[in-house]
């Protein structure tokens, strides 16, 4: 394969964690890789920065890496070896109650259960089928629209995914407690919980807290492309930063090129190399909610009423199972509810590198409709408040984020849109178009690997490695040249 300095089997352009593991996995395949990304450093959504005050080390995105530790690519690769440290916690999620104390995700799924009264049998028999062979199950669940390796766990798997987080939650349980936790981790699905296959998550992010609890990377989420960058130079792929791409005319001559980037910005950057109708069908991809994020630098541990939440990485904040599918179900209507849905994450209580000594971060975001502009910083202080009476005391410092400044600091943010679009039943294995390869284009030497190809959102670098996989397979047909059209 060539190599020259302005000759490329393929480029990748955008370094999110696709971006990089698509790089690394055609770095492995023998391909000469360049790498060209908008911003000064690497990383899209796994960034650190010091966004309140000097010494404060904030996520600027994403923040807990449940599908991170258990990507079978990320698993596959050296990454230890390059300066990455997943930080488990003791509990995945905490889930404070007004009247009761908080609901836990233990590591354990007996101590688990011994806070679910009345579910705990029926929560043991929920999880306890993929715990015997997690591997196998996320491998599979992780993937493309394919046929699972392993059909009968897989099949058991989808006859509870199919449903409405709602229906399923309240047809399993009896009590509040189980309820208000699933529903907790369906909401992460930024869905209404009562559309069909909103229990798919919700199983899914309950099953990985009892294989390993949802970590924090230490010093930072940006650990996670620190150490694909050094592998991926030490595989020989180069890296240019400061570059974003606007049309083919920038493009180095390449074999391949691979867009981690939103489909819209696909359709703009290439729409000389794809066809009319292509890009009508990228054109009509929904994007959907977006997120107001805080960061705060505070004086102390947040004082949650119940201290067992100290202990969780993640705490959501939305109370019983009703009040966080009516927040969430206005939300999606384009409403602001006075008590969000709030998920908070405790970077610091499990990694002291993020704050001075005695001083702690606080990372919380909500969901809002694409678009907004609301400041949700009242709303979101109030439901910590709310389940930590004196936390307002304890803020030094905060920075906000709503959907604009989300989609400036990141294009592949269209409105706000976290996760790379709306993961609903007609675009989770359909994204960004339905095509038996979603990573493929009717150019055959264009690719899409970003999160909005399967299997969506989250750091897991699983759409790069699949992108890439399509990629090396067709590669060996084309010379380098310039992006042209088909
Ligand atoms: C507030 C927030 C919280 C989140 N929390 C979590 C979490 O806790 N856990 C989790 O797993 N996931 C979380 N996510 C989602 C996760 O960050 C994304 O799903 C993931 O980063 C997607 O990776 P990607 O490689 O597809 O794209 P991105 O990470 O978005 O990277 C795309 C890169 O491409 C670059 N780029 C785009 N267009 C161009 C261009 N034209 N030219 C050159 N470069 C370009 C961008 O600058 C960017 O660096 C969160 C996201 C946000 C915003």
């Not at 055609?26 to 010091?50: F, I, M, N, P």
């Not at 189980?178 to 899914?204: D, E, Q, R, V």
């Not at 620190?226 to 240019?240: H, M, N, Q």
């Not at 009476?389 to 400036?408: C, E, Q, V």
Request: net charge neutral; glycine share 10%; hydrophobic share 40%.
């Amino acid at each position: 394969m060539s190599g020259h300095r302005e000759t490329f089997d393929a480029v990748v352009i955008g370094s999110g964690p696709n971006g990089l593991s698509a790089a690394v996995a055609l770095a492995q395949g023998g391909a000469s890789v360049l790498v060209l990304e908008a911003a000064d450093e690497t990383g899209g959504g796994t960034r650190t920065a010091e966004l309140t005050l000097p010494g404060f080390r904030h996520d600027v995105c994403s923040a807990v890496h449940t599908t991170g530790i258990l990507s079978p690519f990320f698993r596959s690769l050296p990454l230890e070896e390059h300066g990455l440290r997943w930080i488990v916690p003791r509990a995945s999620v905490a889930h404070p109650l007004d009247d009761q104390p908080a609901v836990m995700s233990w590591r354990s799924v007996e101590e688990t259960c011994a806070g679910l009264g009345a579910d705990a049998r029926s929560y043991r028999s929920l999880v306890a089928p993929f715990l015997d062979n997690p591997e196998g199950f996320f491998g599979d669940a992780l993937g493309p629209l394919a046929w699972p390796r392993h059909p009968a766990m897989f099949a058991q798997f989808g006859l509870k995914a199919m449903w409405p987080a709602t229906t399923f939650a309240n047809w399993r349980f009896q009590q509040s407690r189980a309820k208000a936790l699933f529903a907790g981790c369906a909401a992460h699905s930024i869905l209404p919980l009562n559309k069909m296959f909103t229990a798919a998550l919700g199983l899914i992010f309950s099953i990985a807290g009892h294989v390993d609890p949802w970590p924090v990377a230490e010093g930072g989420s940006q650990a996670i492309p620190r150490a694909l960058e050094r592998l991926l130079r030490e595989l020989g792929g180069e890296i240019r930063t400061g570059v974003r791409v606007t049309s083919p005319a920038e493009l180095p001559a390449a074999r391949v090129y691979l867009f981690d980037t939103s489909p819209d910005q696909l359709a703009s950057i290439s729409k000389s190399a794809l066809p009319s109708g292509y890009l009508r069908r990228l054109g009509r991809y929904r994007y959907g909610p977006g997120a107001f994020k805080l960061d705060w630098a505070l004086d102390g541990p947040i004082p949650w009423r119940d201290p067992n939440c100290l202990q969780a990485s993640t705490v959501h904040l939305g109370g019983t199972i009703d009040e966080i599918v009516a927040g969430e179900a206005a939300m999606f209507r384009g409403k602001h509810p006075e008590r969000p849905y709030v998920l908070l994450c405790q970077q610091s209580q499990l990694d002291s590198s993020r704050a001075p000594d005695g001083k702690q971060t606080g990372y919380a975001y909500c969901h809002v409709p694409g678009g907004s502009t609301v400041d949700m910083t009242e709303a979101i202080e109030k439901q910590v408040e709310r389940f930590a009476p004196g936390f307002k005391d304890r803020i030094l410092a905060r920075h906000s984020m709503n959907t604009h400044d989300f989609h400036r600091y990141n294009p592949n943010y269209v409105g706000g849109a976290i996760t790379g679009g709306v993961a609903d039943v007609f675009q989770l294995f359909t994204r960004p178009v339905a095509r038996l390869d979603p990573y493929t284009t009717p150019n055959p030497r264009v690719f899409i690997c970003s999160a909005s190809t399967p299997p969506g959102g989250g750091v897991h670098g699983m759409c790069g490695y699949h992108a890439a996989q399509s990629a090396l397979g067709r590669m060996e047909r084309f010379e380098p040249a310039p992006l042209s059209p088909v």
